[in-house]
């Protein structure tokens, strides 16, 4: 079955609490699980970006969802499309609380095809790289649940 991905930014809505947020998280960890959805929500307080991936049919569903959501507005999507294989599989949804630079840098990074770069230079220069970069600490110190908070990522990293 072939795999899908979209990613998106939006403005959460001014009157969005930490507990409704917790809530938002919690209600996606499990609609992602019954429709075989992985992913990860970056939050800075203001902005959301979320990439997630699955089968077609759960990411078309979850994307129903997000766009009805009245948690935020002004989405918009960076890209969607077919992978090759998920990049998330170990998060049902990771929420990571991050800086405004480093939500900016990941927005405004390359999403065409939701591919790696090979750049030789070891900089990481495409969403996901950057994406990566960020859910990496978590990864080896065993922060795999819903809620967790991005170290930061140190340099400008651009």
Do not use: C, K
Not at 64 to 88: A, C, K, P, T
Not at 115 to 137: C, E, K, M, N, W
């Amino acid at each position: 079955m072939p795999l899908r991905a979209i990613a998106y930014a939006s403005e959460a809505v001014a009157s969005l609490s930490a507990e409704r947020l917790r809530g938002l998280v919690n209600d996606a960890v499990a609609f992602n699980e019954a429709a075989d959805i992985t992913g990860v929500l970056l939050f800075d307080g203001h902005r959301f970006l979320q990439y997630l991936e699955g089968p077609q049919q759960g990411v078309d569903a979850a994307w129903r969802r997000i766009l009805d959501s009245g948690s935020h507005h002004s989405v918009v999507e960076l890209n969607r499309g077919r992978i090759g294989r998920r990049q998330f599989s170990h998060w049902r949804m990771g929420l990571l609380q991050v800086e405004h630079t480093e939500l900016g840098r990941v927005a405004l990074s390359d999403w065409t095809g939701f591919v790696r770069s090979t750049a030789i230079s070891g900089i990481p220069t495409s969403a996901l790289d950057r994406l990566q970069l960020l859910t990496a600490p978590l990864l080896r110190t065993g922060q795999g649940g819903p809620m967790m908070q991005a170290a930061p990522s140190g340099g400008d990293g651009s």
